[in-house]
């Protein structure tokens, strides 16, 4: 997945709450609430136009009533520091209260094709909302401010709410701070041109999603926690300046690799010596199927095997698809580059019936004989093992062999 893909997908989901809201504007003047409230014009039909008119109102009305709500809402004092953020922040179901005397101050459609609607209301209307006391309902403070991540973050760590409800199962934040199985490859390291993300036009859900994304690309990722500092989130900030990529035991390898040119993925394996902790997974997956459909082939197209199996570590991780990345990079007589899959499919699977035998074999081809035979004697421990491993195991222990006479 390219990178500037990944960043479409976070533009996006940040536009979701700006198009729903269409920018609406409240202004105080004197006694009076001047709001404005916008509706899509959609289509150039007059009744579409009046249509469009009527839901713009609707969204001046809508405006006020969440902003009389937040005005009267009540926070723990703990909050004071983001008060305002937060009360405007909060999204408010339900909300009752009558709206009298408002006027239509104006109605035009737009040259951007929106329809526009400003309300002149009187400011004792306020008095008709209720006030929502936030001080012992958390968990309504907290839920309500699913819109912004980063600030819902925040404000769970400053009421020691329990933020690991705000994670999805599958999240890698969560995962690396509790050290547990990574359940898939962070997109990121499977993007070849990281170019300059620029992390200081995000929106705070936006570098609360990108901090997901980018975990385990240090110098992205210490940009980002230095951009939620500098916004005045330092809770959070401190608790992702924290997060580090769970490991298990590294496996016996010591390769070095030039990384330069390749997908981040490679210089992390190499970092961390190819133990990076993932949960092996037998779940379908339509990228793994292609991959082990393409090495099936007569001639198996590797390019196209290495792309299917890096493709489908977004989704899900296993040591097959390891092993096969691995071997891809075997038919290139790219020895170290093996390895570290090779390595990676033994961590995550110790008992895997092929990536011994393979380590094996890159390991004779880089003339560490050492090395070689270890990895030929722990495929052959594993009984019964394939008749290919076997095979494989007892021809490199066998050069071995020539090769001390």
């Not at 400011?123 to 403070?141: A, C, G």
């Amino acid at each position: 997945m390219r990178i500037s893909n990944i960043f479409e997908v976070i533009a996006a989901t940040g536009l979701c709450c700006l198009c729903n809201r269409l920018c609406g504007e409240i202004i105080r003047d004197g006694g009076f609430y001047y709001v404005t409230g916008y509706a899509q014009v959609r289509s150039q039909s007059d009744a579409s136009k009046e249509n469009a008119l009527t839901r713009a109102e609707l969204s001046a009305q809508e405006e006020f009533a969440k902003f009389a709500v937040s005005e009267k809402a009540i926070l723990p004092n703990e909050l004071a520091p983001l008060s305002g953020k937060i009360k405007y922040s909060v999204f408010y179901e339900h909300i009752s209260g009558a709206i009298n005397n408002a006027k239509i101050i104006r109605t035009v459609i737009l040259k951007d094709g929106r329809a526009c609607c400003v309300l002149q209301i009187p400011q004792k209307n306020i008095e008709n909302f209720p006030v929502i006391d936030f001080t012992k309902d958390h968990k309504r403070l907290i839920a309500g401010l699913a819109r912004n991540k980063l600030l819902q973050l925040e404000t769970a760590l400053i009421l020691k709410y329990p933020e690991g409800e705000l994670f999805p199962e599958n999240s890698k934040i969560q995962c690396c701070r509790k050290r547990l199985p990574l359940k898939s490859v962070p997109e990121s390291w499977l993007a070849k041109d990281m170019g300059n993300i620029p992390v200081e036009k995000f929106n705070d859900s936006e570098l609360c999603l990108a901090a997901e994304m980018f975990v385990g690309i240090d110098e992205t990722f210490k940009r980002l926690v230095g951009e939620i500092s500098r916004r005045g989130y330092p809770l959070s900030a401190s608790m992702l300046s924290g997060i580090k990529i769970p490991v298990s035991a590294p496996v016996k390898i010591d390769v070095s690799v030039n990384a330069d040119g390749e997908i981040p993925l490679v210089k992390i394996l190499s970092q961390k010596k190819s133990s990076i902790s993932f949960e092996n997974s037998a779940e379908k997956n339509d990228s793994a199927d292609n991959a082990l459909s393409e090495f099936s082939n007569p001639k198996p197209d590797f390019k196209k095997v290495r792309e299917y199996a890096l493709t489908s570590l977004a989704e899900s991780v296993s040591d097959t698809m390891f092993n096969l990345i691995g071997r891809t990079y075997e038919e290139e007589k790219k020895w170290s580059h093996a390895i570290l899959f090779y390595a990676q499919a033994v961590s995550i699977n110790e008992d895997t019936p092929y990536a011994k035998a393979n380590l094996a074999k890159c390991f004779y081809e880089l003339k560490n004989y050492d090395m070689a035979a270890y990895w030929a004697n722990r495929a052959l421990e594993r009984q019964p093992g394939t008749e290919w491993t076997v095979q494989r195991a007892k021809e490199i222990l066998n050069l071995i062999k020539d090769e001390d006479k």
